[in-house]
C-alpha cells in the first residue's frame, strides 16, 4: 500500500501491561519493545473496535464478531506495507495483501458472540472476513486468509 502509506511518523506505543496476544514485527514505525509492537487485549480493545455478524464455513449459525479491522491496526503500527504475513500459534501462516486491508474488510476478532475465545475456540485472535457481505470473501482465497489462534504478524 505503498501510494497510501498508514503512518510515516515513529512513535512509542504504550506498553502491554497484560499478556500479549499480538506482535507486530517488519515493516513498522511505531513500537513498544525491540522492533516490535506488542499488543495485550487492552490495547487492541481501545483500537477503533468493529463488529461483524456473519456466517462462516467453520461455525454454526450467523456469528457476531468484533475485533480490530486490519486497516486500523496498520495505521496503529505505522507502515507503508504491502501485504502482511500472519502467523498462528502452531507456526500456520497466511499472506494477507494489503488490497484486503479496507474499511468494511477483514478484521482481527477478539470477541465471538460477545465472549473471549480460547484457543480451542480458534482464539484468542481470528482474522474473519464479513463472509456474507459479498461473492469475493466467500471463496477459497479468503476461507484460506482466515487464519485462526493468530499471535503475530510481520508487515512486508
Known sequence: MASAPFGTQAADL???EGDVLLTVTGAITNTNADN??????KMLEALPAVT???STIWT???QTFTGVQLIDLAAAVGTDADELRAM???DYAVT???EDWVDGGPIIAYLNNGAPMSLRDKGPLWVI?????KPAYQSEVAYSRSIWQLDRIEME
Open 129 to 133: 472476513y464479513p463472509y456474507d457481505s
Open 60 to 62: 454454526e449459525g450467523v
Open 88 to 90: 498462528a500459534v502452531n
Open 52 to 54: 461483524i455478524r456473519t
Open 14 to 16: 504504550a506498553a502491554p
Open 96 to 98: 494477507i495483501p494489503g
Open 36 to 41: 516490535a509492537a506488542r499488543f495485550d487485549r
